[in-house]
């Protein structure tokens, strides 16, 4: 079935895959932060990640001499400070604002894009972006114009936000080094370096939290989706995708998340719809339907015409 695609095809569909996965474990991540502590969470997602992938590329474990500076800057943005902040922001946030905040990636990925990758601008694009910002910025403001006041859910929103400027950053790296690397060993190698930093914060955790004695079926299927899916399977997914898509594009593919975010946050968790996010929500797909010209191919059209 898969085999008449060609590699912007598979990126496509591996992007599209990648952001499913991910818009699906906001609330799943969200249910399972009730019971295992953040960095824990943190580091036995990522390190049984790494421990998984490991045998597939034992014997091809070498990274580009001039890439490893980039890696280790790609591991301490991607894993060591992007993760934790979607962690604690989803303590404090409904799990449902995580994608659409994210949204706002594309707009900062594109600048970026233009400034460090020299690619060229088009004003369809940042149109259609800008709308896409302003629901995002309602987003995040959501607590108040809904309160009218400052809860902490506008911190988590922020904290949220903080993680998207991580993604921005380590796509922009990437980009540069899955040149010359495998994007599996360099999974690898993101996650193992990535959870070093936090294990001093594991070790305080453990303090209060005995994995033995606290865990349980909740925090048994939560670290499941996320060693397995949401690791492993989609930053492979993702890594794949960046290697052949343009960095400015790669944004876009992130308007599949806040579907598979409401089809299992509601239900799950029991987060409600409310009108300002109806409202804001429709802002950003009304700015994604504009910009949508901007990649040469629409994702689901092209791959449709190739199976």
Not at 24 to 43: D, G, N, R, S, Y
Not at 136 to 155: D, M
Not at 173 to 193: Q, R, S
């Amino acid at each position: 079935m898969f085999g008449s695609l060609g590699k912007i095809q598979l990126s496509i569909l591996a992007l599209i895959l990648a952001n499913i996965i991910w818009g699906a474990a906001f609330p799943i991540f969200k249910w399972t932060l009730e019971v295992i502590p953040t960095f824990t969470f943190v580091f036995i997602r990522f390190f049984g990640g790494a421990l998984l992938i490991l045998p597939f590329i034992f014997k091809s474990l070498k990274i580009t001499k001039t890439d490893i500076p980039k890696l280790i800057l790609v591991s301490i943005i991607g894993v060591t400070i992007q993760i934790p902040l979607i962690f604690f922001g989803l303590k404090l946030s409904p799990s449902i604002n995580a994608p659409i905040i994210i949204a706002s990636g594309p707009i900062i990925l594109i600048i970026a894009s233009i400034i460090f990758l020299n690619e060229k601008l088009r004003l369809k694009v940042l149109a259609g972006t800008l709308i896409s910002l302003i629901g995002v910025l309602a987003i995040i403001l959501r607590p108040i114009i809904e309160t009218g006041g400052l809860t902490g859910g506008v911190l988590g929103n922020f904290l949220i936000f903080g993680a998207t400027l991580c993604s921005v950053a380590q796509a922009l790296l990437l980009k540069k080094i899955t040149v010359n690397n495998d994007p599996l060993t360099i999974t690898f190698w993101m996650f193992l370096i990535g959870v070093i930093p936090i294990i001093p914060l594991v070790l305080i955790e453990a303090q209060t939290f005995n994995f033995v004695q606290d865990i349980n079926i909740q925090g048994f299927i939560g670290l499941f989706y996320g060693v397995i899916f949401a690791a492993v399977l989609a930053h492979y997914l993702w890594t794949y995708g960046v290697k052949y898509i343009k960095a400015s594009e790669v944004g876009i593919f992130s308007y599949v998340d806040p579907v598979a975010t409401i089809v299992v946050a509601v239900p799950l968790l029991g987060e409600s719809i409310t009108p300002v996010y109806i409202a804001a929500t429709i802002l950003v797909f009304f700015g994604i339907f504009i910009a949508e010209g901007r990649i040469p191919y629409h994702p689901l059209q092209k791959l449709k015409s190739n199976l």
